[in-house]
């Protein structure tokens, strides 16, 4: 079993539909949660970071973290075509170095 | 704008002929680290450096070494590839490693790798 698990999609929405993207792990030591965006054959860029549990928003962007049940989303509202790309979870946790343990990614399309 | 910067963006090497990839940062951090990413899967850590403290993943192939010169620069050696070795490989930096969690990685551009 995985670390963590995501799902890759292919995911695709209309535009201006809301998006949920979501991530499952297994170690219970994880504390701090971010979202990566991954545009094709760039970097990941940091979306969303949260630290144990609960919500945080950013625009149009809106992270959930539910450590008892160790699942994490995002929301995206209002989804635009720029927002097409992969989204990967990442998680670590103190003591672990500031390792990151990833998803797999979703791929997210958002059509016109 | 402060950055990671990764050259070449893509590089074509030949089955067994060594290469080098190249990070830089302008961000001046402390960690430096490289990453392992292959068509749909999680990036997988090979190695960081904390400075000058190398800090290899117990499942990094000896094939894959790496070099730090100085803070800005780091360098990813794979001696002699294999097909398996394709991927897109990249580069991130984090102020410290403090183990806090807070120290966001900024993720380089990456190079993508095939081997012929």
């Known amino acids: 079993q995985k670390e963590v698990e995501q799902d890759p999609g292919p995911l695709s929405v209309p535009e201006g539909a809301i998006v949920s993207l979501n991530c499952t792990y297994s170690n219970s030591a994880f504390q701090y949660f971010m979202w990566y965006r991954q545009y094709s054959r760039k970097g990941p860029e940091l979306l969303m970071y949260?630290?144990?549990?609960g919500n945080k928003e950013d625009g149009r962007f809106t992270a959930q973290v539910d450590k008892s049940s160790k699942y994490i989303s995002l929301f995206i509202r209002d989804s635009q075509p720029s927002d097409s790309a992969t989204y990967l979870c990442a998680m670590s946790y103190t003591g672990g170095g500031n390792k990151l343990t990833f998803g797999t990614g979703t791929q997210l399309k958002v059509e016109l | 704008d402060a950055m990671v910067i990764q050259n070449p963006r893509y590089q074509v090497t030949q089955f067994g002929k060594p290469v080098t990839l190249s990070c830089s940062q302008t961000?001046?951090?402390?960690?430096m680290y490289w990453y392992q990413q292959k068509s749909s899967q999680a990036p997988k850590l090979l190695f960081h450096y904390y400075d000058k403290d190398f800090n290899n993943e117990a499942d990094t192939p000896d094939n894959f070494q790496s070099r730090r010169p100085n803070t800005s620069f780091c360098f990813l050696d794979i001696r002699s590839p294999g097909l398996g070795d394709a991927a897109m490989y990249l580069c991130?930096?984090?102020?410290?490693?403090?183990?806090?969690?807070?120290?966001?990685?900024?993720f380089g551009p990456g190079t993508r790798l095939t081997v012929l």
């Open positions: 949260t630290y144990s549990s």
């Open positions: 991130a930096t984090s102020r410290t490693n403090s183990g806090g969690g807070g120290d966001t990685q900024y």
């Open positions: 961000l001046n951090h402390n960690v």
